[in-house]
């Protein structure tokens, strides 16, 4: 187990881009961790462990939010990643930090646990409440699942890179469907994990507004600082 009061926090930047202009249209904020001698350790490791004390979960997901807006590009707009499980406690005050930063977007991960689906509808509703916009992210990756209430229900669609590792057509025509769907809707569609310019030109062929991954990793923005996890 990891000593938690050992690590600092930190913010990586990654640019979301039109994929016809390629200009720099917002940011994904994504929480960093390493220790006081520089080294990292992965967000999903700390992630995983945070989930056995969900209090200290929301108190460090609060931290790691109000981090990423102090130090976002207040120019653009900012998608944040948001874990439903942080709403458990004290979301009242997440909320009020959500609310105070203009043109944010909050995305939901969706997985194969039902119960984590019934939290992030919850979740989703507490969030369109206070006009705050919603992603539902992770569509099409090995772990998700596909909720037609949250889907009908966010601003933003991301979609998973792995729809291109399929060969069946009728993962093709799905995508494609969820496509017209969104546009039909007002809603925007992102393709996330482009590295090559096939998979750019891809993404032009469907007529997605936005891509975002590492060839675009020259843009990539760390915080300037970072602090510590735990006081």
Not at 50 to 66: D, G, N, P, T, V
Not at 77 to 95: G, K, R, S, T
Not at 110 to 121: F, G
Not at 146 to 169: A, C, G, H
């Amino acid at each position: 187990m990891i000593t938690l009061d050992t690590l600092l926090l930190s913010a990586e930047y990654q640019p979301l881009v039109d994929a016809k202009s390629l200009h720099v249209c917002g940011y994904e904020a994504l929480s960093r961790f390493k220790d006081k001698q520089g080294k990292a350790t992965p967000p999903n490791i700390i992630f995983e462990q945070l989930h056995e004390q969900s209090h200290l979960l929301s108190l460090i997901e609060h931290k790691a939010k109000a981090f990423q807006i102090e130090h976002s590009d207040l120019t653009l707009p900012l998608f944040i990643n948001l874990d439903p499980h942080a709403a458990e406690h004290n979301f009242d005050e997440m909320l009020v930090l959500l609310s105070s930063r203009a043109d944010i977007t909050v995305e939901l991960i969706e997985n194969t646990c039902i119960n984590d689906a019934r939290l992030s509808s919850k979740l989703l509703s507490q969030l369109k409440a206070k006009q705050i916009s919603v992603a539902l992210d992770d569509i099409g990756a090995p772990h998700s699942m596909l909720s037609l209430d949250l889907l009908s229900q966010v601003n933003t669609l991301k979609f998973d890179i792995d729809w291109f590792n399929k060969t069946s057509p009728s993962d093709l025509n799905l995508i494609k469907a969820l496509i017209q769907f969104a546009k039909s809707s007002d809603k925007l569609c992102v393709l996330e994990g482009i590295e090559t310019l096939a998979q750019l030109e891809l993404a032009r062929g469907l007529e997605i507004d936005l891509v975002q991954g590492f060839l675009f990793k020259e843009q990539f923005v760390t915080a300037p600082t970072s602090i510590a996890l735990i006081p």
